[in-house]
C-alpha cells in the first residue's frame, strides 16, 4: 500500500470514530500526526500530555508550539512515575509499568470528560519491534488504546513524508526516548539521578 493509501485509509477509520476523541500526545512526530489527522477527521479531539520527570521542560514548550500549529486543543497532566517502585526499580519491564500508569491515569481523566475513544501514536515499526523492543505495547493492548497509526500500516518513514505533505514543523524531528531509557536497567531511578 502506498503513502496516499494509507492516508485514505486511517482518515475513513478516524471518521467512522463516533464520539469524543483523545490523543496521547508527546510532541514528538508520530503523535504530532496523529493528532493532526484526527483533528481533521473527528468532531471533538483533545490531546494529552503527559508532564513529569522523566521529560524535559523544553519538550513541553516544544508540544504546546506543534499542538498551535495543528489548532489542537491540549491538556497537560503532571504525573510522578517515580511515586510507583514498579517503574523507579527500573527493571527490565520499567516501559510496560510505566505505559500503564500512564493510560490507568488516562482512562480515568477521558471518562470522566466522556472521551469514547483514546489513540497512540505507536507506527508499525514499533509493532514489529514486538513485546521485548517496546514492552509498554501489551500496556496499550490491555487498556484497549487504539494504533492507529499502525492498523494503517504508516511505518516510521511514512509518518515523516505525510508529515512533511501536511506542512507539520517537527517532521524531521529526531527520535527522543524519556531520560528513564537512558539509565542502566536495575539502576534504582531518582529525581537527583535524572537531573544529572
Known amino acids: ?26 510532541g514528538g512526530i508520530d503523535s504530532s500526526l496523529l493528532l493532526k489527522l484526527a483533528k481533521d477527521a473527528c468532531e471533538d479531539v483533545t490531546g494529552f ?26 491538556e497537560i497532566v503532571r504525573w510522578n512515575p517515580l511515586i510507583y517502585k514498579q517503574i523507579s526499580e527500573n527493571s527490565e519491564k520499567r516501559c510496560y509499568f510505566c505505559k500503564t500508569e500512564i493510560y490507568n491515569i488516562l482512562k480515568n481523566i477521558t471518562c470522566n470528560l466522556r472521551i469514547d475513544f483514546i489513540l497512540d501514536g505507536t507506527n508499525l515499526d514499533d509493532i514489529k519491534k514486538g513485546y521485548k523492543g517496546r514492552p509498554g505495547l501489551k500496556a496499550l493492548e490491555e487498556h484497549n488504546i487504539r494504533t492507529s497509526l499502525a492498523d494503517a500500516g504508516f ?22 526516548s524519556c531520560k528513564a531509557t537512558l539509565l542502566p536497567k536495575g539502576e534504582k531511578i531518582t529525581p537527583y539521578i535524572l537531573k544529572g
Open 155 to 176: 511505518t516510521k518513514e511514512d509518518v515523516r513524508s505525510l508529515s512533511n505533505i501536511l506542512g507539520l514543523s517537527n517532521y524531521n524531528k529526531p527520535s527522543k
Open 49 to 74: 500530555y503527559m508532564d513529569s520527570v522523566f521529560v524535559d521542560k523544553k519538550d513541553l514548550e516544544d508540544a504546546k508550539i506543534i499542538a498551535d500549529e495543528i489548532g489542537a486543543h491540549i
Open 1 to 26: 500500500m502506498n503513502l496516499k493509501d494509507k492516508h485514505s485509509l486511517i482518515k475513513k477509520k478516524l471518521e467512522e470514530l463516533k464520539g469524543r476523541v483523545g490523543v496521547a500526545f508527546s
